[in-house]
C-alpha cells in the first residue's frame, strides 16, 4: 500500500509549526474558500429527533436534486443510476471492488491521483500507467499507445478530468478518441469529474457521458467537496446506467451501512447554492491560477504549464530530488520564519523514474498566501545543497 504524497510529509509540516514556523501549505486540494452559508443553515435546522441509517444508496431527496444538478451539465441520468458515497475516494474504491477481480488491469494516464493506486491495489487489480510529460502540458498520449496496453485482463481506463494532479482538461478530440477505444475493446470507461466547475478555457465541458454508444460503460465518479468547499462532509457518488455493475456496487454499500446521514443533509442543501457564490469561487480560482503560473515561471529553472482545469499544476523544479527537497523544506530550511509544504510529484507516478525532479502545488491560498509562498520557495531553491543550476 502506497503512503499518501499528499499526506506522508504532514508529520514534518506540524513539527515544523510546533518550532514557531509559518508554513504555507500547498500540498492539498483543501480550499480556503469559505463553505456556502446554505451549508451551515441546514446543519443549524436539523429537525430529527433520531439521526438514523440513511438507505444504502443514499437518500432519495439528495439523488434527486444531484438528477437536477446533472441535468444542468447535460448529463442524461435519472436518480435510479446515482448512488452517493462517502466522498469520491469511497466511490473509486467501490467501482474498483465492482469492476476488477484480483489480477485485472486498469490503464491510467500518469501522472494520476496517487488513491488510485491504492484503491486498485485494496481490489487486487494493477494499475498500467501510461506516461503524459510535463513538456506538452500532460496532453493525453496516442491512442495507439494505449493500444499496447490492452491484453486480456484489461477492464478499463480511468481519467480524471480536469486532471488531478495536472490540471490538464481532455478536448473533445481526446475524448471521442478514448469512447472509440473503450467502444472496441468492451472496456469500462471510469471518469472522476468532480473538478466539473473549475475549467478555464473557452471549449464546453466534455463529460464521459456526453459520448454517445457508450452509456452503459461509463462510470462516473463525483463529489460535493471541492465545489462547494466541504471536503469534510464526505459526500460523493457513482453514476452508472449498467445495472449489473450498480447491483455489484450495492453490495459494498450494504456492507458499509450507509453514507454519512448529516453529509447528505449538508450536500442536498448546497446543491441549491447561489450562482453567485459558484461564479465568485470560479473568479477567485482563475485569478490564483494566473498569479501562480505567472510567479513560478519567473524562479530561475522551475516550470508549469497552464493549468486548464482543477485548482492543481505540476511544476518542475531545478532540484536533483523532489521528494528530498520537499522533506529538507519541512526540517532544515526556513526563511524568516517559514516555510513552504508541497507535494512530491513522485508519488503520482506508478513509474519509480518519473516526476523526481516535480512537486504538485494546490492553489488553494489566497494571492496574498500564495505570493509569501512563492517568495519563501524562491529562496529555499537558492538554499538547497541539491539545486541543479
Known amino acids: 500500500m502506497p503512503a499518501s504524497p499528499i499526506r506522508r510529509l504532514v508529520k514534518y509540516a506540524n513539527a515544523a509549526e510546533a518550532r514557531g514556523i509559518k508554513v504555507y501549505r500547498l500540498n492539498i486540494g483543501q480550499p480556503d474558500v469559505p463553505t456556502p452559508q446554505v451549508a451551515f443553515e441546514a446543519i443549524r435546522n436539523i429537525d430529527r429527533?433520531?439521526?438514523?441509517?440513511?438507505?444504502?444508496?443514499?437518500?432519495?431527496?439528495?439523488?434527486?436534486?444531484l438528477c437536477e444538478y446533472y441535468h444542468k451539465f447535460n448529463?442524461?441520468?435519472?436518480?435510479?443510476?446515482?448512488?452517493?458515497?462517502?466522498?469520491?475516494?469511497?466511490?473509486?474504491?467501490?467501482?474498483?471492488?465492482?469492476?476488477?477481480?484480483?489480477?485485472?488491469?486498469?490503464?491510467?494516464?500518469?501522472?494520476?491521483?496517487?488513491?488510485?493506486?491504492?484503491?486498485?491495489?485494496?481490489?487486487?487489480?494493477k494499475i498500467v500507467t501510461i506516461p503524459s510529460t510535463i513538456d506538452n502540458g500532460?496532453?493525453?498520449?496516442?491512442?495507439?499507445?494505449?493500444?499496447?496496453?490492452?491484453?486480456?485482463?484489461?477492464?478499463?481506463?480511468?481519467?480524471?478530468?480536469?486532471?488531478?494532479?495536472?490540471?490538464?482538461?481532455?478536448?473533445?478530440?481526446e475524448m471521442l478518441q478514448l469512447r472509440d477505444l473503450v467502444k472496441r475493446y468492451d472496456l469500462f470507461l471510469f471518469s472522476d469529474e468532480v473538478y466539473r466547475e473549475f475549467c478555464y478555457t473557452g471549449a464546453p465541458y466534455i463529460s464521459a457521458f456526453h459520448l454517445p454508444?457508450?452509456?452503459?460503460?461509463?462510470?462516473?465518479?463525483?463529489?460535493?467537496?471541492?465545489?462547494?468547499?466541504?471536503?469534510?462532509?464526505?459526500?460523493?457518488?457513482?453514476?452508472?446506467?449498467?445495472?449489473?455493475?450498480?447491483?455489484?456496487?450495492?453490495?459494498?454499500?450494504q456492507a458499509r451501512l450507509s453514507p454519512p446521514l448529516l453529509g447528505q443533509i449538508v450536500a442536498e442543501a448546497s446543491i441549491d447554492t447561489p450562482a453567485e457564490y459558484m461564479l465568485e469561487t470560479y473568479n477567485e480560482y482563475v485569478e490564483r491560477r494566473k498569479f501562480l503560473v505567472d510567479r513560478i515561471n519567473m524562479i530561475p529553472g522551475c516550470y508549469t504549464p497552464i493549468p486548464m482545469g482543477a485548482f492543481y499544476t505540476v511544476v518542475r523544479l531545478p532540484v536533483d530530488d523532489a521528494d528530498r527537497f520537499c522533506l529538507w523544506c519541512?526540517?532544515?530550511?526556513?526563511?524568516?520564519?517559514?516555510?513552504?509544504?508541497?507535494?512530491?510529484?513522485?508519488?503520482?507516478?506508478?513509474?519509480?523514474?518519473?516526476?523526481?525532479?516535480?512537486?504538485?502545488?494546490?492553489?488553494?491560498?489566497k494571492t496574498e498566501e500564495l505570493g509569501k509562498a512563492l517568495e519563501v520557495l524562491a529562496h529555499a531553491l537558492k538554499a538547497y545543497p541539491g539545486r541543479t543550476i
Open 330 to 365: 519541512l526540517t532544515d530550511f526556513e526563511w524568516e520564519g517559514q516555510t513552504v509544504f508541497m507535494a512530491p510529484a513522485s508519488g503520482f507516478y506508478v513509474n519509480p523514474d518519473l516526476g523526481r525532479d516535480q512537486v504538485r502545488m494546490a492553489y488553494v491560498l
Open 138 to 173: 500532460f496532453q493525453l498520449p496516442p491512442m495507439q499507445e494505449f493500444e499496447k496496453l490492452i491484453n486480456e485482463r484489461t477492464k478499463g481506463i480511468l481519467i480524471c478530468n480536469p486532471n488531478n494532479p495536472t490540471g490538464y482538461l481532455y478536448t473533445m478530440k
Open 213 to 253: 454508444g457508450v452509456e452503459e460503460q461509463v462510470v462516473l465518479i463525483d463529489s460535493v467537496s471541492k465545489r462547494y468547499n466541504e471536503c469534510g462532509i464526505r459526500i460523493g457518488a457513482i453514476i452508472t446506467k449498467h445495472k449489473e455493475l450498480k447491483a455489484n456496487i450495492m453490495k459494498f454499500c
Open 75 to 125: 448529463i442524461d441520468v435519472d436518480v435510479d443510476d446515482i448512488i452517493v458515497t462517502t466522498g469520491g475516494s469511497e466511490a473509486v474504491l467501490f467501482a474498483f471492488m465492482a469492476c476488477l477481480d484480483p489480477g485485472d488491469e486498469i490503464i491510467v494516464p500518469e501522472p494520476a491521483y496517487a488513491n488510485y493506486m491504492a484503491f486498485a491495489i485494496s481490489a487486487g487489480a
Open 49 to 65: 429527533t433520531v439521526l438514523e441509517y440513511s438507505p444504502s444508496e443514499g437518500m432519495y431527496s439528495l439523488r434527486c436534486k
